[in-house]
């Protein structure tokens, strides 16, 4: 379909859609209150950050958290009347960049951070790195076993067809790459209302 526009964005979330049905794993997830969005990569190099995810609740849900002497909260983002829990952001045109394996493993790395109880926190892992376990390496290989689980699971070859291509291709292909950039919303500091 050369001349028409690519929507990046409408595409991950097809896949991370299907992806979330079919694992276990991730079923947990809905995929209505994340938000996908992309950022521009400040250098076309294939490494660096491919992709983050942002969570908007802190640790076990809780709208406020406590740093230093003051309490904190962050800005709520609604899409119509649903809360948005987490916003998903791809680093563009890096993540195009990986190959079709470490594209569909850097989805998973994203998704798995995403707490079992989806509940707006980062699924905390038990140690002293509780992001990433001891091990990121480690991670990543659990990661890579979704990745062949999903694939033997025969997705619709359509959702999967663009991590074929790298950004300057997926370009020639569609003629551009679409997509949303949402802004990270930004922590607040609630003030201190008891009275002197």
Same mark, same amino acid.
């Given at each position: 379909?050369?001349?028409a526009?690519f929507?990046?964005?409408h595409?991950?979330?097809?896949?991370?859609?299907?992806?979330?049905i079919r694992?276990?794993?991730?079923?947990?997830i809905?995929?209505?209150q994340?938000?996908?969005?992309?950022?521009?990569?400040?250098r076309s190099?294939p490494?660096?950050?491919q992709?983050?995810?942002?969570?908007?609740?802190?640790?076990n849900?809780?709208?406020?958290?406590?740093?230093?002497?003051?309490?904190?909260t962050?800005?709520?983002?609604f899409?119509?009347?649903?809360e948005?829990?987490?916003?998903?952001?791809?680093?563009?045109?890096?993540?195009?960049?990986?190959?079709?394996?470490?594209?569909?493993?850097?989805?998973?790395?994203?998704?798995?951070?995403?707490?079992?109880?989806?509940?707006?926190?980062?699924?905390?892992?038990?140690?002293?790195?509780?992001?990433?376990?001891?091990?990121? @390496?480690?991670?990543?290989?659990?990661?890579?076993e979704?990745?062949?689980?999903y !694939? %033997?699971?025969?997705? =619709? &070859?359509? $959702?999967?067809?663009f991590?074929n291509? @790298?950004?300057?291709?997926?370009?020639?292909?569609y003629g551009?790459?679409?997509? !949303? %950039?949402?802004?990270i =919303? &930004?922590? $607040?500091?609630?003030p201190?209302?008891r009275?002197a």
């Amino acid at each position: 379909m050369k001349g028409a526009s690519f929507d990046f964005c409408h595409a991950i979330r097809r896949l991370c859609d299907d992806l979330t049905i079919r694992l276990p794993e991730f079923r947990h997830i809905d995929m209505d209150q994340v938000a996908i969005g992309f950022a521009q990569a400040r250098r076309s190099v294939p490494y660096g950050l491919q992709a983050k995810l942002t969570p908007m609740r802190f640790e076990n849900g809780n709208l406020v958290t406590r740093r230093g002497r003051h309490n904190w909260t962050i800005r709520r983002l609604f899409a119509g009347e649903q809360e948005i829990l987490y916003i998903l952001t791809f680093y563009l045109p890096r993540f195009q960049e990986q190959t079709f394996r470490e594209k569909l493993i850097t989805i998973c790395h994203e998704l798995y951070h995403i707490s079992a109880d989806f509940n707006g926190d980062i699924r905390r892992l038990g140690g002293r790195y509780h992001v990433h376990s001891h091990s990121q @390496n480690e991670y990543d290989r659990q990661m890579g076993e979704f990745v062949d689980q999903y !694939l %033997k699971l025969n997705p =619709p &070859k359509e $959702l999967c067809h663009f991590l074929n291509f @790298n950004f300057r291709q997926l370009e020639q292909e569609y003629g551009s790459v679409v997509g !949303l %950039k949402i802004p990270i =919303p &930004k922590m $607040l500091r609630i003030p201190d209302l008891r009275t002197a």
